[in-house]
């Protein structure tokens, strides 16, 4: 079983590459869709037998991050009819290598970190860590606000790997309420994204810069 | 009486406003769910109810020491709107409304919430309930203002929620059964592993920190004061910041009872200087006079850090803050919006010679504004002796000096720009809008009633606030 969970983790790490080096939208988009399909399974792998409540979780994440979230990134791609261009301000080069440097980095820091003997040789550390690292960097080195939420997007997968970890031990209302809490979350987003386009034009955040000292 | 009420009742006032059919009486919904609110909170301070040591939400201590300065802040807050809301006719209420009351029983939740889980669900309400009220404007400024919160805020809520977990798999490796309540986790104490422990509060501080506002992670502030109105800015800057603050100190307890407190409050006092040091800077630089508002809630969030780190004295004098600052900085943003409507404008460019314009508001201002650079004798002025003092008694001298240094200059750049904006000949332009907004007393009591709290909670602080205090700062630091 963990040794399947690990190629998957695996997977999830190489997509967030894929994303960093992604130039189009839809590509990016799609990555972060397959990484929330991705997570999705995961938890079928962690229990072994069926339980109603891992299930609800897993269905949750992977309709959620994995088809809703992105369907309302493409609407919103849509209605604003934007250039699919990402126009990064932290070059695809660039980016990669930090996400590359950033994943090796987080492989070593989670040898620092203990682990319960269950947990012993699991990727889900260094993937949540690798993960979160990259979502910052998409949101510090995008400057369209749909590539935002989506660096935005992958950071929060980065916890939900981490918060398998957990998923054994924690109450039911606590991981419920978790996982609507973070979709519910980027809906805003989502939703704004909407409203910024038609206040702007343009779903290009260098221009939000009336505001400043 | 239930303590739960706390949340019940705004979030069944703010259900009902949201199918509430009268556009004229919907406001109203605020000042009466605020007023049970006020109520059930002042009563339970005085008469505290039991609560079991496991229970998930309970009215404990902690949350009686600062939630009913929140309370009557939203009171004040709410009447206030009433008369907003009617000179705003333009813009449909019903989500403001519901809006409002929703942030008031979230933030309810988030000061009684003694779970780990819990406490995370309140703050990520709060941050998202508050959304439709920084964009209540509707102007091309404000969506700016409300994308930047979104994305820094929903940031830090993430984070926290990453801390979260840490801390859980830290109680977990410890041999815990899963039990996130406060209680169990201090309960555990040095079981608890070190590394996911300080894993944990990096996090949670990060993630809090930027709920509070706290520099670097304050970059969001200035601009979602300065479009939001202001009512909805002094429930930002009393009532948001304090819920992020008392999770802060829930947590520094649980890291302190693992052995790691030393850490934590050297961490508390480099970032809580920082953000006064950043605040003082910006403050002296800055020409909106809604922005300033902003840093000002920068540098007293900073002073709130900083008395978290100084040991119980400090906590207590912190607590003490909570209240100073919740009702001063309210009287100021209300004031701030009857100036910003009177004159049409927010910069000392644009405005000016308000005292004529606006005399009532102006004074209220000038007020508020000495108020909160803690002159004598309203609240902050005692609140932050105290935390020189503690600073003192746990020598901190250093600590003590650079606090009041950013005092001083705080005090230089808020006096620059209100008396800017106060004195002087007003425009001609500015007569007219002036005379469309006049200054009523439906809009001039509620800030001087604020202003009056902080002055009664300066000359005679109520026993049963001293008392919550202590039983709140024993609460953080048991007995061994």
Known sequence: MNSSLNLLVGLAMGLNLLALGSSRLPALIGTVAAQGVVLGVMPFLIETHFEWLVALVAAGTIIGKGFVIPALLRRAMRAASIEREVEPSIGFVPSLLLGAGGTIAAVALARALPLLPEHAGSLLVPGALASVLTGFVLLIGRSKAISQVCGYLILENGIYLFGLLLIRATPLLVEAGILLDLTVGVFVLGIIVDRIQRAFDSLDTRKLTVLRE | MNALLLIVVPLAGAALAAVWPGERSRPWLLPAAGAVHTLVAFWLLVRPPAAAPDAWLAYDPLARAVLPAVSLLFLVCAAYGVSYLRVRTE??????????????????????????????????????????????????????????????????????????????????????????????????????????????????????????????????????????????????????????????????????????????????????????????????????????????????????????????????????????????????????????????????????????????????????????????????????????????????????????????????????????????????????????????????????????????????????????????????????
């Not at chain 2, 104490?189 to 996911?196: C, V």
């Not at chain 2, 992670?217 to 800015?233: L, N, R």
């Not at chain 2, 004031?335 to 004074?363: F, W």
């Not at chain 2, 201002?365 to 002025?381: I, R």
Request: a positive charge.
């Open chain 2, 91 to 480: 813009r449909p209420s019903r989500v403001f409304v519901a809006s409002l009351l929703a942030v008031l029983g979230l933030l309810s939740a988030g000061h009684l919430a003694r779970h780990l889980g819990v406490l995370w669900i309140a703050t990520e309400g709060v941050t998202l309930a508050a959304v439709p009220l920084i964009h209540f404007n509707g102007t091309a400024r404000a969506f700016e203002a409300t994308w930047k919160y979104l994305l820094v805020g929903g940031t830090g809520i993430a984070l926290s929620l990453f801390g979260s977990f840490c801390l859980g798999y830290a109680s977990l490796h410890g041999g815990g059964a899963g039990d996130l309540t406060f209680t169990a986790l201090m309960q555990q104490g040095s079981e608890l592993s070190r590394p996911w422990v300080l894993s944990a509060w990096v996090l949670l501080l990060v993630g809090y920190g930027t709920k509070m506002g706290l520099a670097p992670m304050h970059t969001w502030k200035p601009d979602a004061y300065g479009e939001a109105p202001g009512i909805v800015g002094a429930l930002l800057a009393g009532g948001v910041t304090t819920v992020a603050f008392t999770a802060l100190l829930r947590v520094r307890a649980v890291v302190a009872a693992a052995g790691a407190g030393a850490i934590a409050d050297r961490s508390l006092l480099a970032i809580g200087l920082f953000s006064m040091i950043v605040a003082a800077l910006f403050l002296l630089g800055t020409r909106d006079f809604k922005r300033m508002l902003a840093y000002s809630s920068v540098e007293h969030m900073g002073i709130l850090t900083l008395g978290a780190a100084l040991g119980a004295a400090g906590v207590w004098a912190a607590l003490f803050h909570v209240w100073g600052n919740s009702l001063t900085k309210g009287a100021l943003f209300l004031g701030a919006g009857n100036l910003h409507r009177a004159a049409g404008g927010r910069t000392m460019d644009d405005v000016r010679g308000m005292a004529a314009l606006a005399p009532r508001s102006a004074a209220l201002f000038v007020a508020g504004m000495f108020a909160v650079t803690a002159c004598p004798p309203f609240g902050p002025f005692f609140s932050e002796l105290r935390v020189v003092r503690a600073a003192f008694d746990t020598h901190h001298g250093l600590a003590a000096a650079v606090f009041l240094g950013c005092l001083l200059f705080a005090f230089f750049g808020l006096t620059r720009l209100v008396f800017a904006i106060v004195d002087g000949r007003p425009r001609a332009a500015a007569q007219a809008t002036a005379r469309r907004f006049p200054e009523t007393p439906s809009i001039v009591l509620p800030p001087l009633a604020l202003l009056a709290f902080s002055l009664w909670l300066g000359l005679a602080t109520p026993a049963v606030l001293r008392d919550t205090w202590t039983a709140a700062v024993a609460q953080l630091y048991p007995a061994p």
